[in-house]
Every structure is written in structure tokens, then in C-alpha cells.
T-cell receptor, first 114, second 114 residues
């Protein structure tokens, strides 16, 4: 069990640039979640995949955000035309089997917008 | 909607002191309850869970009991160590469309001094 892997760990970019993050879930897990965590707060749900299908998107996920999970393996989260308010830690989690299995988190990607 | 409320931190204790971090929740249905821990620069690690009323979750000396009558899931440890210093998040699963997204409290920072 290699755990959930996220890349990069840190991303610093200028306002208006596009960024893409990658998440590699635990290999046998078919469920994948993205969360966003701002300083001093708990993580907030962004979106959920079951295999390659994106089944729910939070209202937090504006049109500038897009997530994919081709072939039901790794997932990418892209933010276009970044804004100051996008600065946060982006966390990926995966779980397998039944819907009540616990979610396992990666170490996150910290995004800083200059 | 579903929500989690945690006691505000930071909580500062001396080594070997008793720890309580309060957590209460509001939810429809019968959620599962979790405590996650986040060490500096890392993602969230599942500490313990309880899936139904009166269940007690326990791990690494930490315990929490699912109290439906008081809608609470307080975290306790009899004797804390310096290595327990971290941020602790209480969370519940909100069932939606056959999967469980996590709803987190704001987190409670624990600092343990020698």
C-alpha cells in the first residue's frame, strides 16, 4: 500500500495563470475525492469520482475549475485564470469497496497565488 | 445542512495531561463519525471512527464515543505526549447518491509541552 500520492507538493504561480495538480489514488480504490483546505479551516468537499465518472461537483467548484479521471486511475484538477482566493491546500482522497469505507488522504498540493 | 462544530484551539497541555476535544454535529439520518489528525506539512490521517450510536472508536490511546442523544463525538486521551501535537479534525459522512463525502469541523490545534 503506497498511499495516495499528490504532485506537486507546492505550486507558486502568478494570478491569471493556469495550474494543474495530479492525484494517484491507492491502486485498488475506485472512489476518488478532491477537497480544498484554507488556512485555519477544515477541508471542504469539491468533487467526487467513481471510477472515471464524475458524480458530484460542489458549488465551490466554479467554471474555472475542471477535474478529470481518465480510465478511472489517476485524477487531475485544473484551475484556469487563477485568482488570489484560489490559494489553498488541495487534498485528494480515495476509498474502495462499500460507500462507507474510510477515505485515505494524500499530503496535498499547496497553491500560492502571487 | 449537515455540519460539525469543534471547540476552538489552541489547546495547550503539559505532557501526560488528560485531553478532551469537544465535537458536536448536526445531521439528517445516521452518519458515521470520524476523527482525523493532521501533522505539520502533511495530509490527514484517519485516527478513529464510529459508525453507529454508542460505538466507541479507539486508536493509539485516543477514544471517542458516538453519542446520538447529545449529538456528540468528543475525543479523549488519558496521557498526551509531545508527539501528539497536531491539528485534530472531527468529521461526519453525509450520504449523497450512494457515496459518502466528508464534512469537517474547523479543526483544533493541540500543543503538548514537555
Amino acid at each position: 500500500d503506497t498511499g495516495v500520492s499528490q504532485n506537486p507538493r507546492h505550486k507558486i504561480t502568478k494570478r491569471g495563470q493556469n495550474v494543474t495538480f495530479r492525484c494517484d489514488p491507492i491502486s485498488e480504490h475506485n472512489r476518488l475525492y478532491w477537497y480544498r483546505q484554507t488556512l485555519g479551516q477544515g477541508p471542504e468537499f469539491l468533487t467526487y469520482f467513481q471510477n472515471e465518472a464524475q458524480l458530484e461537483k460542489s458549488r465551490l467548484l466554479s467554471d474555472r475549475f475542471s477535474a478529470e479521471r481518465p480510465k478511472g486511475s489517476f485524477s487531475t484538477l485544473e484551475i484556469q485564470r487563477t485568482e488570489q482566493g484560489d490559494s489553498a491546500m488541495y487534498l485528494c482522497a480515495s476509498s474502495g469497496g462499500a460507500s462507507n469505507q474510510p477515505q485515505h488522504f494524500g499530503d496535498g498540493t499547496r497553491l500560492s497565488i502571487l | 445542512g449537515d455540519s460539525v462544530t469543534q471547540m476552538e484551539g489552541p489547546v495547550t497541555l503539559s505532557e501526560e495531561a488528560f485531553l478532551t476535544i469537544n465535537c458536536t454535529y448536526t445531521a439528517t439520518g445516521y452518519p458515521s463519525l470520524f476523527w482525523y489528525v493532521q501533522y505539520p506539512g502533511e495530509g490527514l490521517q484517519l485516527l478513529l471512527k464510529a459508525t453507529k450510536a454508542d460505538d466507541k472508536g479507539s486508536n493509539k490511546g485516543f477514544e471517542a464515543t458516538y453519542r446520538k442523544e447529545t449529538t456528540s463525538f468528543h475525543l479523549e486521551k488519558g496521557s498526551v505526549q509531545v508527539s501528539d501535537s497536531a491539528v485534530y479534525f472531527c468529521a461526519l459522512t453525509a450520504v449523497s447518491g450512494g457515496y459518502n463525502k466528508l464534512i469537517f469541523g474547523a479543526g483544533t490545534r493541540l500543543a503538548v509541552h514537555p
